[in-house]
Structure formats: C-alpha cells, structure tokens
C-alpha cells in the first residue's frame, strides 16, 4: 500500500462471514465453506480524506471494496493537471487490474472518510479458481468498471458546465435523494467535470442563485433533484 495511505489508516481484520455489507461486497456470494480457503489476512482499514490506498504505476498486491465513504480514481495528464475519472461508493471494488498482473492504473485518493477491506490479490485469485460463485462476481464487476467508465465519461465529460455539474449532483445524491450532498474542493470538482476551477466555482454561484442547490455548510448542499433532472436533460 501507498506510503500515505498505511499512515493515514486505522487497521482491524476483517470478518467477511458477518460483513454488515456482505451483499454489495465482492464476497457476497460466498458459502462458509468457502471462507476456509482464506488464509492470508483480510484487512479492514479506515482512512481520513486526502489519504491514498494506491497510486498510479504501483504493483498491486491488493484489491479494496470500499464499505463506506466516497473515494476518487485519479489520471494525471502529461501536463501534469488531474482527471477525475470515476468516484467509487459504498460496495465498489478498486484496483481489479492486479487481477491480470496490472500495475494500478490510477491513484485512488479519499474524498470523505472510508472504510475499505484490503484483499490481497492471491485470496482473490484462489477463490476465482475454486469457487464459481466468486468468478461470476468478478466477471460482474468487470463489467460494471467498465459501464460506470463510460458512463461517467458521457455524462460528465460532455455537454455545458451546468448539465455537467447537474448531472454529478444528480450521481452524488442517488444512494440517499433525501440527504445533502457533500461535494469536495472546486479543484476536485473541475477535475471531475473536465472545466477549470473558475468555470467550476462560477456554474455552482449560478446553481445558488437560481435555487438548484442550497449550500447548507461549506460544500455541502440541499438539492432540488426535479428542477437538476431538468439542467440535465436539457442543460
């Protein structure tokens, strides 16, 4: 694990049979009897924001499933800005290209405090081998990676500023419509929607005005989910 990240997070072992999660996570699938095939630790970390699991280029020894809190993908450009390229949620796996001998191909940072389970890549690669249940859930989250990638890159990387922005509250608030939403810096948030921080700061400013969000406390917003439905569909 990243320098930062070992240092930033609390340590505990994970138990995966009495995960109060278990039904999201990657080992949801999984038979008692399955369990006594792990026998390198599995575990449970929490980190503060700002804290790295992994950075780009690293050899990955480890998978993560994210139990709570929110974490950013990171793809540094050559000129050395940042893209945003996906955000992971409560029961989403990072780093799955170790599974085919892969270095993490990006720097997977914290954007709100998060529980994560640390899954060393060889529990992971036996369990695929002697438990079918395991191998389709892995095929699963192949397939959901590779569907959230290129939804967020339709979604967020296309049309104006506003249906951009509209589009992400719209993402960020859809585990709990009835909660605010806690978004992170502009900076973060330019790098997400692929603008400058100034086109960032601006489009929220227009946001507030119009009364699309409400900041309740810094970045954190009430959201008028019908009227962003309608920024988003017609900008």
């Known amino acids: 694990m ?14 995966c049979s009495s995960c109060a999660i278990r039904d999201l996570v990657l080992f949801g699938d999984l038979r008692d009897q399955d369990f006594d095939l792990i026998h390198i630790p599995i575990d449970e970390l929490r980190f503060q924001p700002g804290a790295t699991l992994y950075s780009a280029g690293d050899e990955g020894g480890s998978l993560y499933t994210i139990r709570g809190g929110l974490v950013k993908l990171v793809q540094f450009l050559p000129d050395g800005t940042q893209r945003i390229v996906r955000l992971l949620r409560r029961g989403a796996v990072a780093g799955l290209e170790v599974l085919v001998g892969k270095p993490y191909e990006h720097t997977a940072v914290v954007l709100q405090e998060a529980e994560t389970c640390r899954l060393p890549r060889a529990v992971v690669e036996r369990l695929s081998k002697e438990t079918p249940r395991l191998h389709a859930r892995l095929m699963e989250r192949w397939y959901q990676s590779l ?42 948030l330019g790098a997400m929607l692929g603008v400058g921080m100034e086109t960032a700061s601006r ?33």
Do not use: M, Y
């Open 2 to 15: 990243h320098r930062n990240g070992i240092d930033a997070a609390r340590l505990g072992t994970a138990r």
């Open 147 to 188: 569907h959230q990638a290129d939804e967020w890159l339709t979604e967020l990387s296309t049309g104006s500023a506003r249906r951009r922005l509209a589009r992400l509250f719209l993402k960020l608030a859809a585990d709990a419509p009835n909660e605010p939403v806690l978004l992170s810096g502009r900076e973060d």
């Open 203 to 235: 489009t929220i400013a227009e946001f507030k005005r119009a009364g699309l969000v409400v900041e309740q406390a810094p970045n954190v917003f009430i959201c008028d989910l019908s009227a962003l439905e309608a920024v988003a569909l017609d900008g």
